[in-house]
Structure formats: C-alpha cells, structure tokens
C-alpha cells in the first residue's frame, strides 16, 4: 500500500508558488478527489446447505433388540457475507451505458481492463473487503491505478480474492 501511494505521489505534479497556495489545494482536490466516489459495499446471504447426512447408531445397551439410534451427522454453516469499503475514480467511454443510478458491484467496467483510457489523467480504485464463507473467512482488495497522458500511460494493480486463491500483481 505504501508502494502504491508513493508511486501516486510521484506521477502527480502540481505548480506551487508563493502566492497561490489556494490554487494549490483547488487542484489537488481537482486531480484526486473531483468526480470519485467513496462506498460501502455489503451482502449477507444464507449458506449452501449440505444434503442431509444421518447414521444409525446400536442402542445404548448395544444389544441386538435395543432401539437404535439415528444421528444427524449434517454440518450446517452460519450465515455468509462480505462487506468493503473503498474509494474510486473511473471514466467511462462514449459508449458505456450506465445501468441505474447507483454501482450494485454486478457492472463490468471496460475502464478497468482497458489498454487505453477515456480521459488524460488519474483513474484509480482501491477497494478492501472481508468475507465468510461456509465458515472460512478471507480478506480481499484490489487496487488499481493508471494514468494517462499524451504520450504515456502507466498502469498498476493488485487484487486479491481469497475464495478462490487468485492474487495478482
């Protein structure tokens, strides 16, 4: 995290004289801040339940005409969820509808996958989450950063996800 944020403080240049420190807050807000989003993402869903598993077990005396007991052998699980926070700042090409008024998570955003951006400038995402499931618990992120000028284009990111043991640099 502290790679990312320096490398950010390095691609970002700002003009700073004497007499305009006004100015330069206005364009610090303008690079990083204008047009991001901060969020809070939660979910809470039933876990799958696992098919019924019983056993019969000899009586308590453990004689032949005792009456058997049946053991119910299932394993049930509590309640999964994932909940994150994060902050982000994507552009979205011409051709990119939004779908509602609000991000549900199920988009698919070109920007984030893109060789090219729609805009010259910062786009970023970082992004931690916390999930449990069938009672396993995994700590997610994923961070994203490009930038993109004229001439360049720099792009890093780190994801995460633990369910499924993927972590990618």
């Known amino acids: 995290m502290k790679q990312i944020l320096l490398t950010l403080c390095l691609l970002i240049s700002f003009n700073i004289s004497s007499q305009d420190k006004g100015k330069f807050f206005k364009s610090i807000y303008d690079e990083l801040f204008k047009y991001s989003t901060v969020y809070v993402a939660g979910d809470m869903q039933n876990p799958k339940e696992n098919a019924p598993d019983y056993f019969v077990r000899p ?20 309640f999964d969820y994932r909940y994150g926070i994060g902050v982000r700042k994507l552009a979205r090409y011409d051709y990119e509808v939004k779908g509602a008024q609000y991000y549900d ?4 955003n070109v920007g984030l996958s893109a060789t090219n951006s ?29 930038h993109s000028g004229k001439y360049h284009m720099v792009k890093l990111e ?12």
Do not use: A, C, M
Not at 105 to 108: C, F, I, L, Q, W
Not at 119 to 139: A, C, I, P, S
Not at 158 to 169: A, E, I, L, T
């Open 118 to 146: 729609p805009v010259k400038g910062l786009e970023y995402v970082f992004h931690w989450e916390k999930e449990r499931e069938r009672d396993e618990l995994y700590d997610n992120h994923r961070y994203f950063l490009k």
């Open 158 to 169: 780190s994801r995460k996800q633990g369910k499924v043991n993927f972590d990618y640099k």
């Open 59 to 78: 009586g308590e005396d453990g004689g032949l005409y005792s009456i058997p007991q049946v053991v119910d052998g299932t394993v049930y699980h509590e």
């Open 105 to 108: 998570g199920t988009e698919n």
